[in-house]
Every structure is written in structure tokens, then in C-alpha cells.
């Protein structure tokens, strides 16, 4: 099911539309079984985003329209699958290295994939529980968006948009000015969001909109795979071992801590670019992309 509204029909019918669909979808992802380890992660990994995308919808309602009803549900489980979930990102991130940059991990690369390999099967052992958790979360919330269509104009939904991206140019701001772990990670969390709520209204116009989703996706990546390069290198830093190959951990260490930087130097070279156009003007424009079809 494709991430957008249909701006022709009443907003809150759509909305409604969409929660539900993400929600079930969630619910059939987590049924798969554990023993496919691949297809269980991907599994995990899917369920998660689709919780996310309606945390980004909710978002886009007034703060006056009480949604805590169904924010509460969706919070309680992502933190349920965030466990599982972070202890097998760190094998995505091995993945991503040997294929983008073979020559960043070197020798050392089947040392420490052995040895982050055993951590994974150890972590999703137990914290495989936290899928039970939210599967039985997300039945309750099914049900209770059955009946769900909140009462909401396209004039609200443009007000939403502004909301999220003035939210994620803050934050930007912010991770510039300090540069510390909690602020990369608010500015990726505020760019995810605003990210799918473009995408929930790229209806206005499917083929410009898209592309300004795809780069405002391709940053808020970007930042996820430089905290999970700072995560490896924790890990890397916590292994007894001296050498992992023939490569020394202080020498991984170091490769790590410079991938890190120049990904981030990009991430902030990409950041002005999507944030340089102001969010009210972003959102007015949105608004006369609708306006202009619906004419």
C-alpha cells in the first residue's frame, strides 16, 4: 500500500485509511517465525517503519485533536521491538561496510562479524519476547482504529506539514551548533518524520514531490548509518582482543572515526540544501500544488 493520501477525498477518512493499513501490515510482519533468521530481521526491520509512518501521520493532526490515545500504543511497541532491533542493525551496518567500503574493515572484517554474530543470536534470544509484547499492543490498537476518523481540513494537514519541517530545521540547527550524539539523533528522528509527512501529501504532485521525499529519506538515512557507526566502534572498543585480523583495534578504531566524520560532514552539506527553503514556504507551496490540480 502506497504512503499517501488521496487529497480528492475527505482528509480524515484517508487518514483513518492509512493508520489501519500500516497497522495490519505491522501485525502480519511480526507473525513471521524466528527460525527464518533473514527474513526475520527484515521482518522486524519492516514492522518497525511502518510504526513509525503512522507516528509521522498522527503528527500531522492539530495538537488540539487528542491522539494519545493512539501515539501511547504505537510508542509501547517500537520500544518493545527496539531491543531486537538494535542488536541486528549492527550486522546490517557490517553488511553495508564490506559493500560501500571493503577496504575500511580489511582483514578484520570476518573476525569481527564472528564475534558481532554470536552477540546477535545471544541478543534477538532475548528479546525475542518484545515481538509477543507488541504484537498484543497492536491487536488492541487495530481495534480501536476500526472506528477511528478524526475530524480534520486540508488546511490542517498544510499547518502539520510546516509544523514537522520548522521541527526538523531546528533540529538541524541544533546538531550543527553542538554536534553531540543526543542532538544527531533528535535531527534524524525530526527528519524521518518530516520525511514521511512529505510523503503522505505528495499527492499535490506525485513526480516533484518525490524526489524532494527521496533526498529528505536519503539524509535522514545517512545520520542512521552514522550513529550506527558509532555504535560499531563502541563495540569494537569493548572487544578484548588487540588485533582483529591483521588489522589492530586501535587502527578499526580509527577508520571508523573518520568514516564517521565524513559521513556526517555530508549529511550536514545535504541538510542545508533541504532545509534551506523555509517551512512556511514549503507548506505554502504544497498547498497551491493541491490547489492548482484541484482546479
Known amino acids: 500500500m502506497a504512503f499517501v493520501l488521496k487529497l480528492d477525498r475527505d482528509p480524515g477518512a484517508e ?54 490515545t493512539l501515539l501511547q500504543p504505537l510508542r509501547a511497541a517500537g520500544r518493545a521491538l527496539s531491543p531486537l532491533r538494535d542488536v541486528q542493525a549492527l550486522l546490517e551496518t557490517l553488511a553495508q561496510l564490506q559493500q560501500q567500503q571493503p577496504a575500511l574493515l580489511g582483514s578484520a572484517h570476518p573476525a569481527l562479524l564472528q564475534r558481532l554474530a554470536r552477540q546477535v543470536r545471544a541478543g534477538e534470544r532475548k528479546h525475542v519476547d518484545g515481538v509477543l509484547a507488541a504484537t498484543v499492543v497492536l491487536q488492541t490498537l487495530a481495534t480501536t482504529l476500526a472506528g477511528w476518523r478524526p475530524e480534520v481540513t486540508h488546511a490542517q494537514l498544510w499547518r502539520g506539514l ?72 563502541m563495540h569494537v572498543r569493548r572487544l578484548r582482543s588487540e588485533h582483529l585480523g591483521r588489522l589492530s583495534r586501535d587502527s578499526l578504531l ?9 559521513l556526517l560532514h555530508d549529511a550536514h552539506a545535504l541538510g542545508a540544501r533541504v532545509h534551506a527553503e523555509p517551512p512556511r514556504a514549503l507548506a505554502l507551496r504544497v498547498t497551491r500544488y493541491h490547489a492548482a490540480a484541484q482546479a
Do not use: Y
Not at 553531540?180 to 512529505?198: G, K, T
Open 15 to 68: 487518514l483513518a485509511r492509512v493508520m489501519r493499513g500500516e497497522v495490519n501490515s505491522a501485525l502480519r510482519l511480526l507473525a513471521v517465525t524466528p527460525r527464518d533468521a533473514s527474513a526475520f530481521r527484515a521482518a522486524i526491520h519492516d514492522a518497525r517503519r511502518a510504526l513509525r509512518r503512522c507516528r509521522a501521520a498522527l503528527r500531522l493532526l492539530p495538537p488540539d485533536v487528542a491522539i494519545d
Open 162 to 233: 510546516r509544523r514537522g519541517a520548522l521541527r526538523a530545521a531546528r533540529a538541524a540547527h541544533c546538531a550543527h551548533e553542538h554536534a553531540d550524539e543526543a542532538a544527531l539523533h533528535r535531527w534524524r528522528r525530526r527528519m524521518r518524520d518530516h520525511a514521511l509527512q512529505l510523503e503522505l501529501l505528495s499527492g499535490a504532485w506525485p513526480l516533484v514531490l518525490a524526489s524532494e521525499v527521496a533526498e529528505r529519506k536519503r539524509l535522514a538515512r545517512m545520520l542512521g548509518h552514522g550513529r550506527d557507526l558509532g555504535i560499531l566502534r
Open 254 to 262: 580509527q577508520r571508523l572515526r573518520h568514516a564517521r566524520a565524513a
